[in-house]
């Protein structure tokens, strides 16, 4: 055999260059087709955590609007309450036993004061509860006063329109955190109320069987 003829072992075991390039090309086109499909796997990620957290914001604003609500009823019930008692009791003349000299007081008389006034302290504190709050921590796009700042509903409503879901969540969320302020506030007169309604009437019903 001639040297012309003749193979080395490694010339045997090289691939050819064309289909070294060929299948170079065919992993350069599946890592871009998998890059490809992670950064919309990725942005639906996104998308659907941005939609999560709006959907999560709208539910914790409905649930403190609703406790707002429960909390405007209770004290309409019990200013309505508390406005029938003093009526009758002043229709009654109860009043009338307290209305002199502190000196000239019974036990009883004590007790008719002291019933009345806690009707009244009622009375007032569901006035508290019911009464509108009109202050807010930041400019927005959700409270009545922001909207109304505007310019004009269209100016309103592109600003609307040119927010992403996250930024929705965002405003939704900066509401809340007044309202459950608001809220509170609500409850705390609405407890104080309840109470002076109920001990109110005990007192005042005891004195009138007397």
């Not at 009758?88 to 009345?116: C, H, P, R």
Request: proline residues 2%; glycine residues 4%; negative net charge.
């Amino acid at each position: 055999m001639s040297e012309s003829q003749t193979t080395t072992p490694s010339e045997e075991n090289e691939l050819p260059e064309d289909l070294i390039n060929i299948a170079r090309e065919a992993f350069s086109s599946i890592a871009t087709e998998n890059n490809a499909a992670g950064s919309v796997s990725g942005s639906e990620v996104a998308r659907k955590d941005a939609s999560n957290h709006l959907d999560f914001a709208k539910h914790i604003n409905s649930y403190i609007t609703d406790y707002i609500k429960v909390a405007d009823q209770k004290a309409a019930f019990i200013f309505a309450a508390a406005s029938a008692l003093i009526s009758y009791l002043i229709a009654q003349k109860e009043n009338e036993k307290w209305l002199k000299s502190v000196a000239d007081w019974s036990f009883f008389d004590g007790l008719s004061f002291l019933g009345m006034a806690g009707l009244f302290i009622a009375l007032i504190s569901a006035c508290v509860v019911i009464l509108p709050r009109l202050a807010k921590s930041h400019p927005g796009l959700i409270a009545f006063m922001s909207v109304a700042e505007n310019e004009s509903a269209s100016c309103y409503s592109l600003q609307v329109r040119a927010l992403e879901n996250h930024e929705l969540a965002e405003s939704i969320s900066k509401h809340s955190f007044d309202i459950s302020k608001v809220c509170t506030k609500k409850y705390k007169a609405l407890f104080v109320s309840m109470w002076a309604l109920g001990i109110g009437a005990v007192i005042s019903i005891f004195t009138l069987l007397l």
